[in-house]
């Protein structure tokens, strides 16, 4: 039988197919031979030890020169326990190896006969000097098996594989090697031309040196090569998705002079920055146009796109459209439809006494809205009378009609998904305009790769006029008595009439969880007890901050509650609001200076950076006080350093991925897989492979829709839109 790139594995024969096959993820021999090392051990080399300290990761292929086994007193359960010691020797030099027994009875102690001198294998683990010499504690262990012909033909560079479903690194390594020989035709996803231009290796070329290279050249090429591949298939995905916008059509939205947004220009009590200015005539050109606009604004917290939304959104009104503004959470909601109905003013009062002429009416759709408001509302959305209509994922429901969508909003992308903007989008009678915001600024290949079917418009600046913000971490391990001079600092900001943020990251003590934080580190601390928003604010409001007017806000109390909570803070009637992260978003309180976020350590660096978002906005400088109880030297000690030292989103979120890993970043996490197929290529660190590789996707495609002339590369493209990983490249 040919054996075909998408033959099921079985048809490679040989001794491990079939339990490969029933792998997930393993179903074709494509599926196999993409599956590529972790890492190439090189034969016998200790010589690197002279190079490495303790921590550092070793790999390397030795023969066990010797074995003893030592029992000893366990201090802790005062049981005998049992150690052996194996030195394994390379081709220059040799290796202790130390295994701690952690069966309970000697019996279940195997390894001295799994490990008999002689033996050949791979050692892999963490280096540790102890007894004036490195070792190795527990660690991971390949042999080959007695006779294996593997030892005498052993390359220099091995393969090691991670194990999957029971299948050695050595069966996957020779099930790989069979299908290689036996693939009559393997799949060249590149044009030629592209190929030449690049100086990339054949795929064939590449597949066998990725997997078996006889020089670390060699991997690398054949890294470049299939790197370029996965950069290229999913930017072809992406591409064809905005080339099938490109052909869609959306009715104009060109505003109307002298009509409402004018009306709000000539109202608006300071002089847009230059960002928005620019921005906002890119985003009135596109909505001007009959294809959709899809666009993604990004700019830090606090510089200004609500402004520039509502200015599209008036602009669609004034075309006899409406706007939906979708909100993550029902606090930003109610604050939206606050705000925005602060700057509108008379213009938000149409067709009631003493509105504007040429007035909208703006609606509010949450989920808690009593039976009567939502009628109302979801009346004066089908009928045409709400310009603007505020909402959660309420607004996505069913029942929620409009006379005419014509531009959706999508605020603090991060937490829809695409199928909900498409939902959206789908009631409309023609595709509506998007606008997709975010405060989290993302790096531009992220974006490229992400939301690579979007346009990126950015705002650099803030307004004129923002406070500075000074962050300071507050380490209350190495110094208690700080924690005593955060509280002093709030006192005094209200003293002087301004108000303070506490953020904790549980609601209370019982939690298990930590609500909406990521607890980063595993540096296996004993637990400490997190502060929670519950216990928190009746201590502070009778002791350090005794006489202030202290309220609590967080995602389990009611929504006419949180609603009244945030409405006193923002009219000035509560001094400190001590919360969860809900705050997080969108929360806009000029009057705050001071935010003070315990257990800061729990936090990502992202999040941290847009909590402390929400001082400084009204031109008075802000203090922000990181109070953690972390190790003063450990790792997420420095995290909160990076926070604290820079103010740079673009910066902050760099760190913040590459802290996560990328996988967690594009929403992988469940998958345990990367993102789009990507099994080389780096959204970070592949910049300049990335923009090559869409220019070159754009170029194929608009050449050649229907990928007619380039059939290997139409079925990766299939095969990736296919796969359920294609959703994450669109995951927001
Ligand atoms: P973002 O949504 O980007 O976090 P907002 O649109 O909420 O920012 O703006 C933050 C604050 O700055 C709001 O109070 C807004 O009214 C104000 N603002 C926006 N643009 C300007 C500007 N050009 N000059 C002064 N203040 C501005
Ligand atoms: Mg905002």
Not at 413 to 440: D, I, N, Y
Request: hydrophobic share 45%; with cysteine.
């Amino acid at each position: 039988m040919e054996v075909t790139w998408e033959s099921p594995v079985t048809a490679v024969g040989g001794k491990h197919a079939a339990k490969l096959a029933r792998l997930p993820g393993i179903a074709t021999v494509g599926d196999l031979v993409g599956t590529y090392p972790k890492q190439h051990v090189q034969k016998g080399s200790l010589s690197q030890l002279d190079e490495l300290t303790a921590g550092d990761l070793v790999s390397f292929v030795g023969e066990v020169a010797s074995a003893r086994q030592f029992s000893y007193q366990d201090k802790r359960t005062r049981r005998t326990a049992y150690r052996l010691e194996v030195r394994v020797r390379a081709e220059d030099g040799a290796l202790l190896m130390t295994y701690f027994d952690k069966a309970k009875h000697v019996a279940d102690w195997r390894l001295q006969t799994e490990l008999p001198v002689g033996r050949v294998g791979v050692f892999s683990g963490r280096l540790k000097w102890f007894r004036d010499e490195w070792q190795l504690t527990n660690p991971a262990s390949r042999l080959y098996e007695e006779g294996d012909d593997a030892v005498d033909t052993m390359p220099d560079l091995i393969p090691i594989y991670s194990s999957i479903g029971g299948i050695t690194t050595w069966q996957l390594e020779e099930t790989i090697e069979l299908a290689l020989t036996l693939l009559d035709r393997v799949p060249e996803v590149l044009p030629p031309a592209v190929v030449e231009a690049r100086d990339l290796l054949p795929t064939r070329q590449a597949l066998r040196w990725i997997h078996r290279p006889d020089t670390r050249a060699q991997k690398a090429m054949a890294e470049k090569r299939l790197k370029y591949d996965e950069a290229f298939v999913a930017q072809c995905v992406l591409a064809r998705r905005r080339l099938l916008v490109e052909g869609t059509v959306a009715n104009p939205r060109p505003g109307r002079p002298g009509g409402l947004l004018d009306a709000f220009d000539a109202r608006l009590p300071f002089a847009l920055t230059e960002g928005q200015v620019r921005v906002g005539e890119e985003i009135a050109e596109e909505l001007g146009r009959d294809h959709p606009m899809q666009r993604l604004l990004q700019g830090e917290v606090g510089s200004g796109k609500t402004v520039v939304s509502l200015r599209a959104m008036l602009q669609v009104v004034d075309s006899g459209g409406q706007a939906a503004l979708l909100a993550p959470t029902e606090v930003l909601a109610q604050q939206h439809q606050r705000s925005v109905e602060r700057m509108l003013g008379e213009l938000a009062q149409g067709g009631m006494l003493g509105g504007s002429e040429h007035g909208t009416r703006v609606a509010l759709l949450t989920g808690s809205l009593g039976a009567a408001a939502r009628r109302t509302a979801l009346a004066a959305a089908a009928g045409g009378e709400a310009g603007i209509v505020i909402g959660t994922h309420a607004l996505l429901e069913d029942r929620v009609q409009f006379a005419d969508l014509g531009l959706v909003v999508v605020d603090e992308q991060h937490r829809f998904g695409v199928e909900q903007r498409s939902a959206l989008g789908a009631k409309a009678g023609t595709p509506p305009h998007v606008l997709v915001m975010t405060a989290t600024p993302i790096p531009r290949t992220v974006a490229m790769t992400v939301f690579g079917d979007l346009d990126t418009s950015t705002l650099f600046e803030l307004p004129a006029g923002r406070g500075e913000v000074q962050t300071t971490v507050v380490p209350i391990k190495a110094r208690a008595a700080w924690l005593e001079r955060a509280w002093q600092r709030v006192r005094e900001e209200v003293a002087a009439g301004h108000q303070a943020y506490v953020v904790a990251s549980r609601i209370d003590p019982g939690d298990d969880e930590v609500a909406a934080a990521e607890p980063v580190d595993a540096t296996g601390e004993a637990p400490r007890v997190l502060y929670a928003v519950d216990e928190l604010a009746p201590e502070l409001a009778e002791g350090a901050l005794a006489g202030l007017r202290v309220e609590v806000l967080h995602g389990r109390m009611l929504p006419e509650d949180k609603d009244r909570v945030m409405s006193a803070f923002a009219a000035g009637e509560v001094d400190v609001l001590v919360s969860t992260t809900v705050i997080e978003v969108g929360v806009d309180v000029p009057n705050a200076t001071v935010m003070v976020i315990l257990d800061a350590d729990r936090f990502g660096v992202s999040q941290l950076h847009q909590l402390r978002g929400r001082i400084g906005r009204g031109g008075h400088a802000g203090l922000c006080l990181l109070v953690t109880g972390a190790d003063p030297l450990g790792p997420s000690m420095e995290r909160l350093l990076a926070v604290a030292g820079t103010r740079d989103g673009f910066e902050l979120s760099r760190i913040d991925m590459e802290q996560r890993r990328e996988g967690n970043v594009l929403g992988t996490q469940q998958s345990g897989g990367r993102a789009g197929g990507l099994k080389l290529l780096s959204v970070l660190r592949d910049e300049a492979v990335i923009a090559d590789a869409r220019e070159a996707a754009f170029e194929v495609l608009r050449a050649d829709p229907a990928l007619v002339g380039s059939p290997d590369l139409a079925a990766a493209v299939r095969r990736l839109e296919d796969s359920e990983q294609a959703e994450y490249l669109e995951m927001t």
